[in-house]
């Protein structure tokens, strides 16, 4: 699949029909029908650049959701509960997501892909994703790092690699994988340093900067019940 993803606000648009803009410096676009134009397989919606864009129509996803199959809770005292981080069946969390609109679903699971391919029979417009738990071998730091489109053969090798975040984000971009890092600021295993966080941003050029729990907004079912 050919996805763009818009900087900043995490909006996933899939790729569709041959229109490409060009956006300049002052921020005006410029439309062009032009179907022989070179086509990226993903692009940055949002960044200023000369190079031409594919105009995709818009798309409603939740880019970071967990199913039963997330792990531990890794946080503070939770940890030391036991806590599972996600109670939810793949298949209660599709439901939950088409009844608010979404027009694609995955899930991000910590280093896993069972719920994805729980719901995969649903169609084209579920794709296999997960939050890949990698770490700097400087002291054994935890980053999460969120991997879209997937196959299973790549989330084979991503397990692989998470042990060393360097040769990590190597395989990331020579495999073209779509990702960001998600909460950068989150101290996952308590190791997280100054130094480590500057060279996550230098390894990183996209960021999760708003998910679920800064947003929420009534679901179609919610709305209904409102009335």
């Known amino acids: 699949r050919d996805f763009c993803l818009s900087r900043g606000l995490g909006d996933v648009y899939k790729r569709q029909g041959p229109n490409h803009a060009t956006t300049g410096r002052s921020g005006a676009t410029t439309v062009s029908d032009n179907s022989d134009a070179p086509r990226p397989r993903v692009c940055v919606v949002g960044a200023s650049t000369e190079d031409s864009m594919t105009i995709v129509p818009k798309q409603k996803i939740d880019l970071h959701v967990h199913s039963k199959y997330a792990g531990r809770f890794k946080l503070f005292v939770l940890n030391s509960l036991e806590v599972e981080e996600c109670y939810t069946e793949p298949e209660d969390l599709y ?4 009844d608010r609109g979404m027009s694609l679903v995955t899930i991000t699971d910590h280093d896993a892909i069972d719920g994805c391919l729980e719901i995969a029979h ?6 296999i994703s997960e939050e890949v738990s990698a770490r700097f071998p400087e002291n054994g ?23 060393n975040i360097y040769e990590l984000v190597d395989y990331i971009r020579e495999q073209k994988i779509l990702h960001s890092l998600a909460h950068p600021f989150s101290p996952v295993n308590q190791r997280l340093t100054p130094d ?25 079912r919610d709305r209904q019940k409102s009335r």
């Open 95 to 98: 439901t939950t997501m088409m």
């Open 122 to 127: 649903h169609g084209d417009h579920v794709f």
């Open 141 to 163: 730091c935890i980053v999460h790092v969120l991997c879209y489109g997937i196959t299973e053969a790549q989330h084979e090798e991503l397990q692989r690699l998470r042990y």
């Open 196 to 220: 480590l966080v500057k060279k996550s941003f230098l390894l990183f050029d996209t960021v999760e900067v708003i998910n679920c729990l800064l947003y929420t907004s009534p679901s179609p």
